[in-house]
């Protein structure tokens, strides 16, 4: 009985999959008709819109040349007349073809700008110039140039005479070429990588395109294809509509391939999404799986997270307070042991390098104690004037004192530089970047320490020729934790960060800047003690 049950609910599952599944390609066919009936409607509307602005330019050309034309009778349209030649020549002035003039019986009377004024006394013969001598301003199809050997469209109007009558033509020609101010306005028109557009004449020639290789060639629409509206040609798509007013056409093309392709991809989306229907079980429980998935990989970052904050823990523990306190230990054990047979040079000596390591240890606490502090905001700097070449020349006997003979050369102005700091808070800085720059170098290679004086502040400078620090890693290293030098680790790095800290509540910067050669150079600025203050 339960067989048969499961049976039943799976051929239900079974019917209800594919019925979705119709009905989702359903929707998707009718969506993608929509579309593609829409963007239709779109282009035609397009073009329609720029072919009825073209239209509008035609007749403000008209209008505009009829007042060139010269008001009736203002020719005498006799062949080669000067008074005519003479009002010609200013009407094509700096221009790169002529006007002409075609009498009542259709014969060229004169011109400007002609290639060969032979042809002054022969017939124009033009299709087109008929309907003009009969009264109808028209622009006539694409033909040879008589003022320019470049194929020509002519603006052809007709003359009156005072009574009214039409005495001839006056006929402006305009070049057919890429650089034409037409042609490139039309070739600034694009659809997508392969879209078109073309003005043709009514002789199915092409006055403007977004192809410049067509101008002045036949188009390969017929005459058939060239009627108002939206069809498709071949394996491409056309939309056409008229210009009226010049006898013109502008037409759209593009292959259908790209004027349909995105719209086609939705029903390739459906079938994806039929396969995915066969798949919602097994995504469910892939949904359930993730979710416990998702919960064990949180706790593992947490329980990571608390691992690393442990071994950190215990890398500042045996890395950085192990050293001072082997070497406190150490020295008073000895003490100790051997008080009785030490001098008391040997003894102080000895209670004096125990001293030294006390306050390094003091100094790591104090650095992570301040740390705290400056987090919190609770660092507090009480200035005076203090002479700065005193506090380097304590911080480096202190660095002497726990690094031995280590070479640090030290160049100071000959006047003293007085500061206006926290003297203990600027030691901390001095000797945080002296000990960064010790460790980090040979120890046969010196330090260089150099203090300059420039507009109210005071730059210290110190050079180590250790492994240098990498762009990129030169803000980080004053980062809390991040440790200076090449293979930037994690560990204490606690005496940039508070160095930095405590430069900024001076209001100084400190960075590192650019070096010479192997090595890194920290630089920091603290305010010098104005004048005014010193007296």
């Known amino acids: 009985m339960r067989r048969a049950r499961d049976r039943v609910v799976a051929g239900i599952a079974v019917v209800v999959l594919v019925a979705l599944a119709a009905i989702v390609v359903w929707l998707v066919l009718d969506a993608q008709n929509a579309a593609i009936d829409s963007r239709k409607s779109a282009r035609v509307e397009q073009v329609q819109q720029l072919a009825k602005d073209l239209d ?54 004169n011109g400007s700008l002609l290639l060969d004024r032979s042809v002054v006394g022969t017939p124009y013969v033009r299709r087109g110039i008929d309907k003009v001598l009969a009264g109808e301003p028209m622009i006539l ?49 694009h659809a997508g990588r392969t879209g078109s557009f073309s003005v043709i004449d009514a002789g199915g020639r092409i006055v403007a395109s977004s192809d410049e290789s067509t101008l002045a060639q036949p188009t390969t629409l017929s005459a058939k294809d060239r009627r108002a509206g939206f069809r498709h040609v071949g394996n491409s798509v056309v939309a056409v509509a008229d210009i009226p007013s010049a006898h013109w056409s502008l037409a759209f093309h593009q292959p259908n391939s790209e004027f349909e392709g995105d719209l086609t991809r939705p029903l390739r989306a459906a079938l994806t999404l039929l396969t995915l229907l066969v798949l919602l079980g097994g995504i469910a429980a892939v949904i359930a799986l993730n979710r416990r998935l ?22 500042i523990v045996s890395h950085e307070l192990r050293t001072p306190v082997a070497g406190l230990l150490g020295f008073l054990q000895t003490t100790i042991d051997h008080w009785t047979a030490m001098t008391d040079d040997e003894r102080r000596q000895a209670v004096g390098r125990a001293l030294e390591n006390a306050e390094r240890l003091q100094h790591l606490s104090a650095d992570v104690l301040d740390t705290t502090a400056v987090e919190t905001g609770h660092v507090e700097i009480r200035t005076e004037p203090v002479e700065l070449g005193s506090l380097l020349d304590d911080a480096i006997d202190t660095v002497h004192a726990a690094f031995g003979d280590r ?12 500061v206006e700091a926290d003297s203990a808070r600027l030691r901390q800085v001095i000797g945080n970047v002296l000990d960064n720059a010790v460790k980090n170098s040979p120890s046969d290679a ?26 990129g890693d030169r803000e980080r290293i004053f980062d809390k934790y991040t440790r200076a030098g090449t293979g930037l680790g994690r560990g204490t790095g606690l005496g940039l960060f508070l160095a930095r800290e405590i430069v900024q509540a001076h209001g100084g910067r400190i960075w590192v800047a650019d070096t010479d050669g192997p090595g890194t150079t920290i630089v920091f600025t603290v305010p010098t003690v104005r004048t005014a203050d010193r007296e």
């Open 294 to 315: 998702r919960a064990a990989h949180e706790e593992q970052r947490r329980l990571a997270e608390i691992s690393v904050a442990r071994e950190e823990f215990a890398s």
């Open 141 to 189: 199809d694409i033909g040879p140039g008589l003022t320019t050997k470049a194929p020509v469209v002519a603006v052809a109007l007709p003359v009156r005479t005072t009574q009214g009558d039409v005495s001839g033509a006056y006929v402006y020609e305009i070049p057919v070429t890429a650089d034409s101010a037409f042609s490139q306005e039309i070739a600034q028109l």
């Open 446 to 471: 010196p330090v260089q320490v150099t203090v300059t004086r420039d507009d109210g502040t005071a730059q210290v400078s110190v050079r180590d020729h250790g492994s240098g620090v990498a762009i």
């Open 56 to 109: 509008t330019r035609v007749q403000q050309a008209y209008t505009a040349l009829a007042g060139i034309a010269g008001a009736p009778g203002s020719w005498s349209m006799t062949p080669n007349d000067p008074t005519d030649q003479k009002k010609l020549a200013p009407l094509t002035a700096n221009a790169t073809s002529g006007s002409l003039l075609v009498d009542a019986h259709g014969v060229l009377v």
């Open 407 to 418: 070479v640090i050369r030290l160049d100071t102005p000959d006047e003293p530089v007085q």
